[in-house]
């Protein structure tokens, strides 16, 4: 046998780390699109429901601290993200930030929900038009907490599907009807595209053009939040700007 010296080169680029949901299919793809190349991507997964209830969501507060400790030992977070809205305003977001903190070393912690908010802040949004895959009773509980963010929602509209793997197998054509259809005649600010698992990004664009106005998504915010939170340059424009350019099918 020939042992053979070697040098070190450490990975300096900052860190962000995502806790996905056991049962999403969508938002790992959707990050990587839109993340760019210069900070780093770690995953870990939580445990969660089939199905979608008020209570597979809070279920998930017992776990995120377990979930956050299975990053590298030693790796130092710029910020770390909870991937999962309706979670978010079932367990809260200060409790997350919490949860999440007490498995790893991170400066930051956000989650879709304060992602929203901030880009609402940013771009002047008071009135959005709400739309989610999920059953009414999830959905409910977030448009409260949004309204509690003075945020209101006052036209909803959902699919209102309780199994997740059939929510990541809605279609593009699917959610830009129903989009637009829901924005008819509105008064709204612009409009939020709900839950980490529904596939939204190709649909963005299009939904911006048509209706002149901010199109948000739950992965979209999040992205945005995270790159502003390890103050990378592209957390300064409008989340919508992390859609344009070699960003965009990467």
């Excluded at 969660?48 to 299975?70: D, I, N, P, Y």
């Excluded at 999920?134 to 945020?151: H, K, N, P, W």
């Excluded at 698992?197 to 915010?221: H, K, W």
Aim: glycine residues 10%.
């Amino acid at each position: 046998m020939t042992a053979y010296s070697y040098t070190l080169a450490p990975d300096l680029r900052p860190a962000i780390g995502v806790i996905v949901l056991q049962t999403d299919l969508t938002v790992e793809d959707d990050l990587r699109r839109l993340l760019p190349d210069d900070v780093r991507l770690l995953v870990s997964r939580v445990p969660s429901g089939a199905e979608v209830s008020a209570e597979s969501l809070a279920e998930m507060a017992r776990h995120l601290t377990a979930s956050a400790s299975l990053f590298p030992r030693g790796l130092h977070f710029g910020a770390v993200g909870y991937g999962c809205t309706s979670g978010t305003a079932q367990i809260g977001a200060p409790r997350i930030a919490e949860l999440v903190a007490g498995g790893c070393e991170t400066r930051a912690v956000t989650e879709p929900v304060s992602a929203l908010n901030a880009a609402c802040v940013a771009l002047g949004i008071q009135r959005l038009a709400f739309l989610s895959p999920y059953v009414a009773e999830v959905s409910d509980r977030l448009r409260v907490v949004l309204s509690d963010r003075g945020i209101t929602t006052p036209v909803f509209g959902t699919f209102a599907e309780p199994v997740e793997a059939r929510v990541a197998e809605i279609d593009g054509t699917s959610v830009y009807d129903a989009a637009l259809a829901l924005c008819e005649g509105a008064k709204v600010d612009g409009l939020f595209l709900s839950c980490t698992n529904l596939r939204t990004l190709d649909v963005v664009p299009g939904l911006e053009a048509a209706l002149g106005r901010p199109v948000l998504s739950s992965n979209l915010v999040l992205a945005w939040d995270l790159l502003r939170k390890v103050g990378h340059a592209l957390g300064t424009g409008a989340p919508s700007a992390l859609l344009a350019g070699h960003h965009q099918g990467r």
